[in-house]
Structures are given as C-alpha cells and as structure tokens.
C-alpha cells in the first residue's frame, strides 16, 4: 500500500462500504457516492494532521464542509457529503471506533448565513469602525477589509491572498479569481497603509512557518479559512 493509503487506513473506509452494503442496504450509486465523499474528507483529514477519525472534531468538519463551497460544489453536493459523515459515524459509533458524534451540529447549505462576496463602502466603514485597537488581531482585521474593499476583491480571492502577490510601492495586487486567470488590481492609499502595518507589526508574530506564505493568518498562524473570515465579519456586525 502507498503512503498515501497508509494515511488513510485509520479512516476505515473500506469497513465503512461493507456498512452501506450490507447493514444499511444503500443502492450502488448512494455507496459510490458516499465512498467518494468520504475519502475527501479523510484525505483532508490527513493533510491537515489529523490521524484518524477519533481526533476529528466538529471544528475539522465545519471547516471541511464550508470549503467544500470554495470547491465549486452545488448545495446538493454539499448536502450530500454532510449525509454522508453522518451516516460514517453511526457506523463509527456501532463499531465502537469513536465515543461521540461531532457531526450531530453539522450545518446544512440551507442553514448557513451568506458571506457577502463583495464588501460595500458603507459595509467597510461600519465594520471598521468596531474595531478595537485593544484587540491584539485588529492590525490584521482592519487590514483585510481595508484591502478588501479598496482592491474590490471577493471572499475566495482576499482569504488566499499571499504576501509574495503585494506589489505595495506600485500600488497594486496581483490577484488569482475563478479558473487561475490571473488580473493586476490597484489599491488605495488607506489598503495599502493598513496592510503596511500589518505586515510590519503583527504577522510576523503569527507566522510560525505554518503559514505557506498566505497573507492572511489566524491566531495559530494558519492561512485563514473562508469560515475564520466570516466569524470575523460576524464578530464586528
């Protein structure tokens, strides 16, 4: 077995289509499905260091399934794949493997609030303006709305931002949106000046050589997830 199937062994996936064919009586394609959506997640899992399914938590979940949107799949899809860990761990638990269920809170494509994909001025301003300078992250929050705003960039595009793409003395970004294409993009005065600081007086205190480079970090200087941006915006409404 590869390396990569070592990896993911702990994940049973193999038992788990046993389940689904012969306690759970699922149709071919249901089990293809869930199969396929279950080695995604595992695999994510694993990139992310966590080695089996006992470590999971409802945090690694939440995270996996809001990226599954920056993947391009339809809310059906979505649906489908939370179905699917649901179903993975009344498996798990019937098999004794895990204890407890982080997947019962799982929020549906339904359920979830909208992140705006463009900011507005007014939304900015506002936002901005509840920053506290006591928070020790409000270098970094004020810099990504400003940058947000200023360059008119979406969600998918600031949150995978890297320092490598600032171009700050000629006043632009370089900028990867949907498909790769690559566009150049001008920022003002004020982005520039916050990002500025914020390269200067906190990231480097982040960066922990977990960041690959991104722009944006969390608080465990990770690159910032499309979730960790929107309880951020959440934060300051």
Do not use: C
């Amino acid at each position: 077995m590869s390396a990569a199937g070592d990896a993911l062994r702990p994940f049973l996936l193999e038992r788990f289509a046993e389940f689904l064919t012969l306690e759970q009586g699922s149709a071919a394609r249901t089990d293809e499905s869930y199969g396929r959506d279950l080695r995604r997640l595992a695999e994510w899992a694993a990139a992310h260091g966590v080695l089996g399914p006992e470590a999971l938590t409802a945090s690694h979940l939440r995270e996996f399934v809001y990226g599954l949107k920056d993947l391009g799949l339809s809310p059906a899809s979505i649906r489908r794949n939370v179905s699917a860990i649901r179903t993975w761990y009344r498996f798990l638990l019937a098999d004794g493997v895990v204890t407890a269920d982080p997947s019962e809170r799982l929020e549906t494509p339904k359920k979830w609030r909208t992140l705006p994909e463009v900011l507005t001025a007014a939304e900015v301003e506002r936002l901005i303006g509840a920053i506290s300078l006591d928070d020790p992250l409000a270098f970094r929050d004020r810099a990504m709305l400003e940058l947000a705003y200023g360059a008119g960039l979406r969600v998918g595009e600031w949150i995978t931002l890297k320092v490598s793409d600032l171009m700050l003395d000629a006043g632009v970004v370089r900028v990867f949106g949907k498909g790769g294409k690559e566009r150049l993009v001008p920022v003002g005065g004020k982005a520039i000046g916050a990002v500025a600081m914020y390269l200067r007086e906190l990231r480097p205190t982040l960066e922990r050589g977990k960041g690959s480079g991104v722009l944006f970090l969390n608080a465990r200087g990770t690159p910032l997830s499309r979730m960790g941006a929107w309880k951020i915006l959440r934060k300051y409404v």
